[in-house]
């Protein structure tokens, strides 16, 4: 039975180690370009357009596998928190 299980093409696992680390920089990058675009809204004087964005970026990033999340409820917790004096 096991004569019929064709192997691995060759070149298969380099393959998808290059598809995946490439999803991971595409996704980090996501992560980054709506961080900025929060931090943008901010210096433009937007405390909602920040929060919109971050809460935007939170729903691609549901559960706490991604450190995107954290870092994205990090900056909402800092819009929250008064300025200090």
Not at 32 to 53: F, I, P, V
Request: charged share 35%; net charge negative.
């Amino acid at each position: 039975m096991l004569e019929m299980v064709d192997p691995k093409p060759p070149g298969l696992e380099e393959r998808i180690r290059s598809r995946l680390a490439a999803v991971e920089e595409a996704v980090q990058q996501f992560c980054n370009k709506t961080l900025l675009t929060g931090l943008k809204a901010l210096r433009a004087g937007s405390k909602w357009d920040a929060r919109r964005a971050y809460e935007e970026g939170l729903a691609w990033f549901p559960d706490d596998e991604h450190p995107c999340r954290d870092r994205l409820l990090g900056a909402l917790r800092e819009l929250e928190s008064p300025v200090s004096p």
